[in-house]
């Protein structure tokens, strides 16, 4: 059964940093396009940032460029998200996804095939 796996959430002080993880089981994702999605509380689903297949390429939401790194180690099947200057507004649920269809990066939420289940992250002095 192909799964998505985050890891890596808690609580942090705003300025401080967390590293996400998304492990990858059941199948390869290795080629095709990730991306990370968050919710926060009684707020709709948004896009974080997004990787090609090659690793690449990349794209973020302007309220994360110079603060967010995405990235993915291929040979782990793993993708990561680098989180620098927290900001309490940073504090969500979130998501890893995989587009299986495409190698190109994608922003679109509905075009990704596959989810994980969602890491708290909580950005509070």
């Known amino acids: 059964q192909e799964q998505l796996v985050e890891s890596g959430g808690g609580l942090v002080q705003p300025g401080g940093s967390l590293r996400l993880s998304c492990a990858a089981s059941?199948?390869?994702?290795?080629?095709?396009?990730m991306g990370w999605f968050r919710q926060a509380p009684g707020k709709e689903r948004e896009f974080v940032a997004c990787?090609?297949?090659?690793?690449?390429?990349?794209y973020y939401t302007q309220s994360v460029k110079g603060r967010f790194t995405i990235s993915r180690d291929n040979a782990q099947n793993t993708l990561y998200l680098q989180m620098n200057s927290l900001k309490p507004e940073d504090t969500a649920v979130y998501y890893c996804a995989a587009d299986a269809t495409s190698s190109v990066i994608q922003i679109t939420e509905y075009l990704y095939d596959y989810w994980g289940q969602g890491t708290q992250v909580t950005v509070s002095s």
């Open positions: 990787i090609s297949g090659s690793g690449v390429g990349t």
């Open positions: 059941g199948r390869t994702f290795s080629g095709y396009a």
